[in-house]
């Protein structure tokens, strides 16, 4: 079992930062790869980005490329989402998932990510 929890959500002005951070607990929790992924009211949830369990692989999704940076620190068990220039758009609840994975890969079908974390809200002001 792995267990997610998820922080760093709130409310910010358009242009302006936020990061988000997912502490990751449970038997090998080092060794999933790790994704973000993103749901607006009324809309599906939306794949954000994701990073292998050794860190030197990630994968973003076109409409946060340039702006977001994903990162992780095994020893601390935690992955977090840089989002700069924030936009209107990308208001939603940001979820926090974690994939079995090969050292090096990276995973951004939603379908293959066995946990879950509770999601945190981001809000982003015009």
């Known amino acids: 079992q792995v267990q997610l929890v998820e922080s760093g959500g709130g409310l910010v002005q358009a242009g302006g930062s936020l990061r988000l951070s997912c502490a990751v607990s449970g038997r090998t929790a080092s060794t999933y790869a790790m994704g973000w992924f993103r749901q607006a009211p009324g809309k599906e949830r939306e794949f954000v980005s994701s990073?292998?369990?050794?860190?030197?692989?990630?994968v973003y999704g076109d409409s946060v490329k340039g702006r977001f940076t994903i990162s992780r620190d095994n020893a601390k068990n935690m992955v977090y989402l840089q989002m700069n220039s924030l936009k209107p758009e990308d208001t939603a609840v940001y979820y926090c998932?974690?994939?079995?994975?090969?050292?090096?890969?990276?995973?951004?079908?939603?379908?293959?990510?066995?946990?879950w974390g509770q999601g945190t809200q981001v809000t982003v002001s015009s």
């Open positions: 990073i292998s369990w050794s860190g030197g692989s990630t």
């Open positions: 998932a974690a994939a079995p994975a090969y050292y090096r890969q990276t995973v951004s079908r939603q379908d293959l990510y066995d946990y």
